[in-house]
């Protein structure tokens, strides 16, 4: 899998946009973006995933650039429940889930 | 409900005293995981499981095992448990064998601690 590199932390205010950035400049053609995110001690928890289009869902947004070398991952309203670990992961189809370290987003009141 | 269910959620033990963490999960999933999570180290995969009677190792093996008689259990046994092994552990599943578009469902983890 490629590697990714992630902020270790970010702040955001309550009710703002997270935006949570990704660099994965090594991607291959057939690898997709994943992003999970832990809140403290629990199961980590799936929240998006694309090729190269930009998604949504009712979580969040991910936005892939065009040359796929990088991603955000968009809350766009974030509450205190959104403190957690954010793991943004490149995989290609029938390959292991590998998580770094990810970035610790704190939103605070 | 849909779920990953682990067994215990908290567990002390001394070295050397094996031991049995219990994974379930009622969605009918082919694809089942142990990772271990580690301060500074993230997730690791320990085993995984395509199938029934189907496991390979992950990037972390040494030390556990693994079986896969059904397709709901996939139990990880620590044969003789060493305070390295200390660690929180966590168990997932995906249906479909574990291909490129299906999302891992995890359970609530279990804390061990060796002694």
């Known amino acids: 899998d490629a590697k990714t590199t992630q902020p270790p932390s970010m702040d955001c205010a309550e009710g703002r946009a997270a935006n949570l950035p990704c660099n994965h400049s090594?991607?291959?053609?057939?690898?997709?973006v994943y992003w999970y995110r832990q809140i403290h001690s629990q199961g980590p928890q799936y929240i998006i995933h694309g090729l190269k289009n930009n998604e949504t869902n009712e979580m969040a947004s991910l936005i892939i650039t065009e040359d796929r070398k990088s991603s955000t991952l968009i809350l766009p309203h974030a509450t205190l429940r959104d403190t957690a670990v954010y793991y943004c992961i490149v995989r290609a189809q029938y390959s292991t889930l590998t998580f770094g370290k990810g970035t610790m987003l704190l939103v605070s009141p | 409900e849909a779920q990953v269910t682990q067994n215990p959620r908290y567990l002390i033990t001394v070295t050397g005293k094996k031991l049995t963490v219990t994974c379930s999960q009622n969605m009918n999933h082919e694809y089942m995981s142990w990772y271990r999570q580690d301060p500074g180290l993230g997730l690791r995969q320990i085993y995984y499981s395509m199938n029934v009677e189907v496991t390979d190792k992950g990037d972390v093996p040494e030390g556990y095992k693994v079986s896969r008689k059904e397709k709901r259990n996939f139990p990880l046994i620590l044969e003789s448990p060493s305070p390295n092994q200390t660690s929180l552990y966590f168990c997932a599943s995906t249906p479909r064998g574990g291909g490129g578009f299906e999302k891992l469902f995890f359970g609530s983890g279990t804390q061990l601690s060796v002694l």
């Open positions: 090594t991607i291959s053609g057939n690898e997709y």
